[in-house]
């Protein structure tokens, strides 16, 4: 597993680098504004696509990690999930040609059209990207990422290069959703068999309806704050908590690579509680281990890394809000690395209901304190809700987990994490008046010695780890 686990990592590493680095370079080149509105655009694909996903996603790759797949089972599959596609984006038309919401946007409707006709290809891609992972082929998933981020960030950069405008952004946006859903159902075809067992057509949309509630409730709750930002704020605003939040969930794709291989193992039938458990704990453990650190010691890099992305002194004041928004939402990193862990092991142990109570409080509760606070202070605002709903749904999760009196231990995963990160924050206080390279590198290297030293980290809990 580790082998395949880091080969996702990589390319979520480049395709993350790629798109960060394109998105840096739309708000040098067209400003904050331009920004804000490509970020709420991809916020309403990102909607769209969960919404008409149907939680056949989740569904397909577990179903995929025990059964072989019917070629015209999988048609079918992407014709559900086109044909909510269109009724969702026709209904979203509609409202938006009323002015019914989203009036910030009226005036990028081309760039907001080319965005959303993107969501036809990344049904393809995304629908065969859940057999391979329940197939446990992390590779061909990972030449997807570098295939759709590798054609857009090339688009991009020509576009805003030569012929600067949104609308030839969105288009190279557009070309990568296109060559991903090519490259998609070339790596497939292999595990598509003809003369598999049909899939029953009423258990999987049984079983998928949980997933679809609560597929949506994490939609909403990652997303929303972008689509009311705007409104409620500013176009600005949201070019500043975008920048902040990108460089956030740009560490999640590490947290997405180890849900993406323990998935499979969570979904294995034969599998015990306890060593569903076992191996949910050292990935964690391993992921807090980073988490926290960078928690802690961002405050003091945070304004350096804003001025170092915007090239120009202008563009850099503009920008400098975001790291304000910076400092709040590194706070999440801890609960978001857990939290996606925690609910693909719902889903293994078929508990999605409860995963779905849990994402449901937390996306409410976002929703409220998103209308609440960002009247009061702007962007800040939703960044604080965030955290707030981040470290919400972390306790649900744990609180169910110990209620069902499995033999679960909290202090390794959870709460080592936390010390051993206070040793980095300490290091980081004291080089926090150096070069922002000196403090990232010295505190990195400092970090990782320490760890090895007092064994909190050995290579065979990582070998023990990459042989499940």
């Known amino acids: ?23 840096l370079l739309l708000g040098n080149v067209l400003g904050s504004v331009e920004l804000g509105a490509y970020g709420t655009m991809l916020t309403l694909l990102m909607i769209g696509t969960i919404l008409s996903t149907f939680g ?8 995929a990690a025990n059964n072989d797949i019917r070629t015209s089972d999988f048609k079918k599959i992407l014709a559900i999930r086109l044909g909510l596609t269109f009724v969702l984006l026709s209904l979203g038309s509609l409202l938006f040609k009323k002015d019914v919401f989203l009036v910030s946007l009226n005036s990028f409707a081309g760039p907001l059209l080319l965005v959303l006709i993107s969501i036809v290809f990344d049904h393809v891609s995304l629908t065969a990207q859940a057999v391979l992972e329940g197939k446990r082929n992390l ?42 859903s ?6 497939v075809r292999r595990y598509l068999n003809p003369s598999a067992n049909p899939i029953a057509s009423g258990l999987m949309m049984t079983e998928a309806a949980s997933m679809a509630l609560l597929n949506t409730m994490v939609g909403l709750y990652f997303h929303i704050d972008m689509v009311m930002i705007p409104e409620m704020d500013s176009l600005a605003g949201a070019g500043f908590y975008k920048t902040a939040y990108t460089m ?33 704990e050292v990935g964690v453990f391993l992921l807090l281990l980073l988490a926290f650190p960078i928690a802690l010691c961002t405050h003091f890099v945070s304004v350096d890394m804003v001025k170092l992305m915007f090239l120009s002194g202008d563009r850099g004041v503009e920008f400098l809000p975001a790291s304000s928004a910076l400092n709040v939402l590194v706070w999440a990193l801890p609960a978001m690395f857990t939290n996606i862990n925690l609910v693909r092991l719902l889903l293994g142990l078929h508990r999605q209901k409860m995963a779905l109570v849990g994402v449901t409080i937390t996306a409410m509760t976002n929703i409220a304190l998103n209308l609440w606070l960002i009247p009061k202070v702007g962007f800040m605002g939703a960044a604080y809700a965030t955290v707030a709903s981040e470290s919400i749904l972390t306790l649900f999760l744990l609180a169910y987990l110990v209620s069902t009196k499995h033999p679960i ?60």
């Open 139 to 180: 590779k061909a998933v990972a030449w997807l990422i570098l295939v759709r981020w590798g054609i857009f960030a090339i688009g991009a950069s020509v576009v805003l290069s030569f012929a600067p405008s949104l609308e030839g952004f969105c288009f190279s946006f557009l070309a990568g959703a296109l060559a991903r």
């Open 248 to 280: 956030v969930e740009a560490l999640l794709f590490i947290s997405g690579a180890v849900a993406a291989a323990l998935y499979p193992v969570f979904s294995k039938n034969h599998l015990s509680f306890e060593q569903k458990w076992e191996n949910l």
């Open 56 to 63: 056949l996603d989740l569904w397909l790759s577990r179903y």
């Open 409 to 468: 231990t909290l202090w390794k995963p959870f709460i080592q994490p936390v010390l051993t990160g206070c040793v980095a924050y300490i290091c980081a206080w004291f080089l926090r008046h150096q070069a922002l390279w000196l403090i990232v590198f010295g505190t990195a290297s400092f970090y990782v010695v320490f760890l090895f030293a007092t064994k909190s980290v050995d290579l065979n809990m990582l070998r023990k780890f990459g042989k499940t």
């Open 182 to 187: 090519l490259a998609a159902l070339y790596f």
């Open 1 to 23: 597993m580790i082998q395949q686990t880091v080969f996702l990592l990589v390319s979520q590493v480049i395709g993350r680098l790629l798109g960060f680095a394109v998105l």
